[in-house]
């Protein structure tokens, strides 16, 4: 395949799901007897059309970043983990914790690799737990992260509730020191908007992704296990390791995406800051072919459909923007790939 | 008279690939008839489209005389022609009766009557010479026999016409000898046969008349008698070529080879298996540096496990020791660094990573040492794959190019050139030229022959019984995970060594 052929395979499906999406989104609009014309750019305005929108949409898309590189990070070792949604919790979770057990005053810039690392670590040891029941008795990785989905936010919220809340509420105490800057301080029109600057943190992990993927060996093996694990066993690699490994970075990833919302936004951990960040995260993998280019523009589309349906609600139920995320993710998913391959990976092994 | 077949024209388009252009056929009533023709020359495709798999692009299709273009396997089935595909399609936990009568059972009200399906089998065998018992499971039966299962099933449902594609490939020579009688003795009902096939030989022992095929198209039809293997060749590729077939044996050039120290030295090597004992069993040899250690054998006899022990890639007990060092226990690539080369006998599953690139395909396997840092050093990979696509012409040239858009034989190249370009002393070739076209076979030879007369130990592993004996220097027989006979070259003929394969003897 030539490089251009190649790129074409990978935008293609995509712009072709964007088309579809708006071709039933017309008709829907049209049947609750608006112009679509006028949903679009209202839609639009409320979006990237004025600063505090726009603020908005690179919050959610920050988040969304974080969840969509987790889980293309797995698709590319041919793991599919939808347990990003716990792991975004977890991750925010340790990391409010930390700031809690922080002295106060301590200057955000030496806080902030505490912060990584807890919001890391939190979301890693989630990932790691079916990298390692996957590398060692070979447990189906889509179950036991759906699972851990309930355990772990079922956990957190009652130590959250039971342990360490602030009374009469159901988050935890402000951080004491190292909370990020919003965007609003330093740019006025963006003021009273969640974006922060957690996006930065977010462009910097997409870019090492980006090059621990396609550039350094560890990458390059870690493919070769998604698209062929044979080949991979037979060139060397250690295919047991590196699923557990990816499946636990993956989960570090998602964590670190708590910190958007613990670090840059409210300051503490709140049961269901970010729920369905990690489902969303899916979609947002799949529509960027699991390559960080792809993902930053999948969540920037996503972000802007759900704070759009806010914009709209005067004019169609904001419900309808549901619906178009939802064809956006049935087209992509069953034109791309990945997809194609996980669901012969599925009928193999329900043969054997 | 009309013929049975008589297809005309027959265009194909899979995406970008032009499978058929004007492909034809003609095959006349009683005939057995050999489709020959290079992997990727459309073959299969032409035959898919008879039995109504596909339909064509263009061109017409009559069945004794009748226009049947671009017809429904199910009406194929009910004007009686049936395929038996390479790959066979039975229910392993169901008997042969009932796999023969799946889909149009014999029933007793709701129930099947076994003892009538069973009768009709035993009858329908006698009458062939298809002899299996019908009321075996089909997970107990031998390679042979389930593909006679297959073929009694498709005569079950009234096929005339038959088509094979490659029913010799897993065989051994008693097994298709006796193919050939039933097919002959289907030709004396009156019964059609077209026969896809890539072993010369072969053809025109059995056939009738043979047509080639070249690049989808048809190229010559001739009959068989007065054929001969290098007619046939020469009419596929374009060019002559040599055979290994009729390649005379050219032994090693190293004398007194036995009299050195062994590169590879194997002792009581055992592979377990999850039932009924060692799939490898107590497996002890030597191969002397500039020696070709042949394994004949039918497929599913430990050959694939015993080639896995070795590289690592397989949990063995014994010993394995190459130029002196142990390799129990190393990693795959601690032995590939020790010196093993592995030529894999899949290349679409192991031997490639069908989505990376020529380039990258180059370095499988030595990824860890075209590394600066972390990264891998591009320039380096890119010189490398440069270098080693202009020595072994993999085509297209280009660097960049998915391994999964090459031809089967420029794939094997890649697999080929890689592992014979590293460092190495010990080489593993495991049905290298599986799938491959003539043109790629004999260069792959010449490679396995080059390595051995550099003084390398190779051991190969081959399902083609004239590839191992115009190569090896010793042929060892493998059957049951045991090596039944070792045999020098001189003394191993295809008469010799079929009782071994077949388990009908055994030597020490």
């Given at each position: 395949?030539?490089?251009?052929?190649?790129?074409?395979?990978?935008?293609?499906?995509?712009?072709?799901?964007?088309?579809?999406?708006?071709?039933?989104?017309?008709?829907?609009?049209?049947?609750?007897?608006?112009?679509?014309?006028?949903?679009?750019?209202?839609?639009?305005?409320?979006?990237?059309?004025?600063?505090?929108?726009?603020?908005?949409?690179?919050?959610?898309?920050?988040?969304?970043?974080?969840?969509?590189?987790?889980?293309?990070?797995?698709?590319?070792?041919?793991?599919?983990?939808?347990?990003?949604?716990?792991?975004?919790?977890?991750?925010?979770?340790?990391?409010?914790?930390?700031?809690?057990?922080?002295?106060?005053?301590?200057?955000?810039?030496?806080?902030?690799?505490?912060?990584?690392?807890?919001?890391?670590?939190?979301?890693?040891?989630?990932?790691?737990?079916?990298?390692?029941?996957?590398?060692?008795?070979?447990?189906?990785?889509?179950?036991?992260?759906?699972?851990?989905?309930?355990?772990?936010?079922?956990?957190?919220?009652?130590?959250?509730?039971?342990?360490?809340?602030?009374?009469?509420?159901?988050?935890?105490?402000?951080?004491?020191?190292?909370?990020?800057?919003?965007?609003?301080?330093?740019?006025?029109?963006?003021?009273?908007?969640?974006?922060?600057?957690?996006?930065l943190l977010a462009i910097v992990t997409a870019v090492a992704l980006g090059w621990y993927l396609f550039r350094t060996r560890r990458g390059f093996e870690l493919r070769a296990v998604g698209l062929q694990p044979h080949a991979a066993e037979y060139a060397g690699v250690n295919v047991a390791g590196v699923t557990w490994r990816a499946l636990a970075v993956s989960g570090a990833i998602a964590g670190l995406g708590g910190l958007n919302y613990v670090l840059g936004y409210k300051h503490y951990y709140e049961e269901g800051f970010a729920t369905g960040a990690g489902f969303l995260g899916i979609a947002v993998a799949l529509?960027?072919?699991?390559?960080?280019?792809?993902?930053?523009?999948?969540?920037?589309?996503?972000?802007?459909?759900?704070?759009?349906?806010?914009?709209?609600?005067?004019?169609?139920?904001?419900?309808?923007?549901?619906?178009?995320?939802?064809?956006?993710?049935?087209?992509?998913?069953?034109?791309?790939?990945?997809?194609?391959?996980?669901?012969?990976?599925?009928?193999?092994?329900?043969?054997? | 008279?009309?013929?049975?077949?008589?297809?005309?024209?027959?265009?194909?388009?899979?995406?970008?690939?032009?499978?058929?252009?004007?492909?034809?056929?003609?095959?006349?009533?009683?005939?057995?008839?050999?489709?020959?023709?290079?992997?990727?020359?459309?073959?299969?495709?032409?035959?898919?489209?008879?039995?109504?798999?596909?339909?064509?692009?263009?061109?017409?299709?009559?069945?004794?005389?009748?226009?049947?273009?671009?017809?429904?396997?199910?009406?194929?089935?009910?004007?009686?022609?049936?395929?038996?595909?390479?790959?066979?399609?039975?229910?392993?936990?169901?008997?042969?009766?009932?796999?023969?009568?799946?889909?149009?059972?014999?029933?007793?009200?709701?129930?099947?009557?076994?003892?009538?399906?069973?009768?009709?089998?035993?009858?329908?065998?006698?009458?062939?010479?298809?002899?299996?018992?019908?009321?075996?499971?089909?997970?107990?039966?031998?390679?042979?026999?389930?593909?006679?299962?297959?073929?009694?099933?498709?005569?079950?449902?009234?096929?005339?016409?038959?088509?094979?594609?490659?029913?010799?490939?897993?065989?051994?020579?008693?097994?298709?000898?006796?193919?050939?009688?039933?097919?002959?003795?289907?030709?004396?009902?009156?019964?059609?046969?077209?026969?896809?096939?890539?072993?010369?030989?072969?053809?025109?022992?059995?056939?009738?008349?043979?047509?080639?095929?070249?690049?989808?198209?048809?190229?010559?039809?001739?009959?068989?008698?007065?054929?001969?293997?290098?007619?046939?060749?020469?009419?596929?590729?374009?060019?002559?070529?040599?055979?290994?077939?009729?390649?005379?044996?050219?032994?090693?050039?190293?004398?007194?080879?036995?009299?050195?120290?062994?590169?590879?030295?194997?002792?009581?090597?055992?592979?377990?298996?999850?039932?009924?004992?060692?799939?490898?069993?107590?497996?002890?040899?030597?191969?002397?540096?500039?020696?070709?250690?042949?394994?004949?054998?039918?497929?599913?006899?430990?050959?694939?496990?015993?080639?896995?022990?070795?590289?690592?890639?397989?949990?063995?007990?014994?010993?394995?020791?190459?130029?002196?060092?142990?390799?129990?226990?190393?990693?795959?690539?601690?032995?590939?660094?020790?010196?093993?080369?592995?030529?894999?006998?899949?290349?679409?599953?192991?031997?490639?990573?069908?989505?990376?690139?020529?380039?990258?395909?180059?370095?499988?396997?030595?990824?860890?040492?075209?590394?600066?840092?972390?990264?891998?050093?591009?320039?380096?990979?890119?010189?490398?794959?440069?270098?080693?696509?202009?020595?072994?012409?993999?085509?297209?040239?280009?660097?960049?190019?998915?391994?999964?858009?090459?031809?089967?034989?420029?794939?094997?190249?890649?697999?080929?050139?890689?592992?014979?370009?590293?460092?190495?002393?010990?080489?593993?070739?495991?049905?290298?030229?599986?799938?491959?076209?003539?043109?790629?076979?004999?260069?792959?030879?010449?490679?396995?022959?080059?390595?051995?007369?550099?003084?390398?130990?190779?051991?190969?592993?081959?399902?083609?019984?004239?590839?191992?004996?115009?190569?090896?220097?010793?042929?060892?027989?493998?059957?049951?995970?045991?090596?039944?006979?070792?045999?020098?070259?001189?003394?191993?003929?295809?008469?010799?060594?079929?009782?071994?394969?077949?388990?009908?003897?055994?030597?020490?």
């Amino acid at each position: 395949m030539s490089r251009r052929a190649a790129i074409e395979e990978a935008v293609l499906p995509p712009l072709v799901a964007l088309l579809l999406a708006a071709v039933v989104g017309d008709l829907l609009i049209l049947s609750f007897g608006q112009s679509p014309g006028a949903v679009f750019q209202l839609l639009l305005e409320g979006t990237w059309g004025n600063a505090y929108g726009f603020g908005q949409v690179l919050y959610k898309a920050t988040t969304l970043v974080f969840t969509g590189l987790a889980v293309g990070l797995g698709l590319r070792a041919g793991l599919f983990n939808i347990g990003a949604e716990s792991q975004l919790a977890a991750g925010g979770f340790c990391a409010a914790l930390i700031g809690i057990l922080l002295p106060a005053g301590i200057p955000a810039l030496l806080c902030l690799p505490i912060y990584v690392l807890a919001a890391a670590l939190g979301g890693g040891i989630v990932g790691a737990v079916p990298g390692v029941l996957k590398a060692r008795f070979g447990a189906h990785e889509v179950i036991v992260t759906i699972m851990l989905n309930f355990i772990v936010l079922a956990l957190l919220n009652y130590l959250t509730s039971a342990k360490i809340h602030v009374p009469d509420t159901l988050h935890t105490p402000e951080l004491k020191s190292g909370a990020l800057p919003r965007l609003g301080d330093a740019f006025a029109p963006f003021h009273g908007s969640a974006a922060n600057s957690t996006i930065l943190l977010a462009i910097v992990t997409a870019v090492a992704l980006g090059w621990y993927l396609f550039r350094t060996r560890r990458g390059f093996e870690l493919r070769a296990v998604g698209l062929q694990p044979h080949a991979a066993e037979y060139a060397g690699v250690n295919v047991a390791g590196v699923t557990w490994r990816a499946l636990a970075v993956s989960g570090a990833i998602a964590g670190l995406g708590g910190l958007n919302y613990v670090l840059g936004y409210k300051h503490y951990y709140e049961e269901g800051f970010a729920t369905g960040a990690g489902f969303l995260g899916i979609a947002v993998a799949l529509v960027g072919r699991s390559h960080p280019v792809g993902i930053v523009l999948a969540a920037l589309l996503f972000a802007t459909l759900s704070q759009g349906g806010l914009a709209v609600n005067a004019l169609v139920p904001k419900q309808m923007v549901d619906v178009l995320q939802a064809v956006v993710i049935l087209a992509v998913s069953t034109s791309v790939p990945e997809v194609r391959r996980l669901l012969r990976g599925a009928r193999r092994s329900n043969d054997s | 008279m009309t013929n049975a077949i008589q297809l005309e024209g027959i265009e194909k388009r899979f995406g970008p690939v032009q499978a058929n252009r004007g492909a034809g056929l003609q095959v006349a009533h009683g005939e057995i008839h050999a489709l020959v023709g290079e992997n990727g020359a459309g073959k299969s495709t032409l035959m898919r489209i008879l039995a109504g798999l596909h339909a064509p692009d263009a061109g017409s299709m009559l069945v004794n005389g009748r226009d049947v273009t671009g017809w429904a396997t199910s009406e194929a089935i009910a004007a009686g022609v049936g395929m038996v595909h390479q790959h066979f399609m039975l229910v392993p936990t169901l008997t042969v009766a009932e796999n023969v009568v799946l889909g149009s059972e014999i029933t007793k009200g709701l129930v099947l009557d076994r003892g009538a399906a069973e009768r009709a089998v035993r009858e329908l065998g006698k009458r062939t010479g298809l002899v299996v018992p019908p009321d075996r499971l089909v997970s107990e039966l031998s390679v042979g026999e389930a593909q006679r299962v297959e073929i009694l099933k498709t005569l079950y449902r009234g096929a005339k016409i038959l088509i094979l594609d490659e029913p010799t490939a897993v065989l051994s020579p008693p097994e298709v000898r006796e193919l050939w009688a039933v097919l002959r003795s289907l030709r004396a009902e009156g019964g059609t046969v077209v026969l896809i096939t890539h072993k010369l030989d072969e053809v025109i022992d059995v056939s009738d008349a043979i047509t080639v095929m070249r690049q989808g198209a048809t190229v010559t039809r001739m009959a068989s008698a007065g054929a001969t293997p290098q007619s046939i060749a020469r009419a596929m590729v374009g060019r002559d070529v040599a055979l290994a077939l009729d390649a005379e044996y050219a032994g090693s050039t190293i004398s007194g080879a036995s009299a050195t120290a062994p590169l590879l030295d194997v002792r009581n090597l055992t592979v377990s298996g999850t039932r009924r004992g060692n799939i490898v069993d107590n497996v002890s040899f030597s191969i002397a540096p500039g020696e070709i250690l042949g394994i004949a054998g039918v497929e599913g006899n430990g050959q694939t496990e015993l080639i896995e022990a070795l590289s690592g890639l397989r949990e063995a007990r014994g010993l394995i020791s190459l130029a002196g060092r142990d390799l129990i226990g190393d990693t795959v690539r601690e032995r590939g660094d020790a010196g093993l080369s592995h030529i894999p006998e899949d290349r679409h599953e192991r031997g490639l990573v069908l989505d990376y690139s020529i380039a990258e395909n180059l370095i499988l396997g030595q990824q860890h040492k075209f590394t600066s840092g972390p990264t891998i050093d591009g320039a380096r990979v890119l010189a490398h794959a440069r270098d080693l696509i202009a020595r072994y012409d993999i085509r297209p040239p280009d660097p960049a190019r998915a391994a999964r858009a090459l031809s089967g034989g420029n794939q094997q190249k890649i697999v080929v050139a890689r592992e014979m370009a590293r460092d190495f002393k010990v080489l593993l070739a495991s049905q290298p030229t599986r799938g491959v076209d003539v043109g790629a076979i004999e260069f792959i030879h010449a490679r396995l022959r080059e390595a051995r007369d550099q003084g390398k130990a190779v051991l190969l592993v081959s399902a083609d019984l004239a590839e191992v004996l115009a190569l090896a220097d010793r042929v060892a027989v493998m059957y049951g995970g045991r090596f039944v006979a070792v045999l020098p070259r001189a003394e191993a003929s295809p008469d010799v060594l079929g009782p071994y394969m077949t388990g009908a003897e055994h030597a020490a």
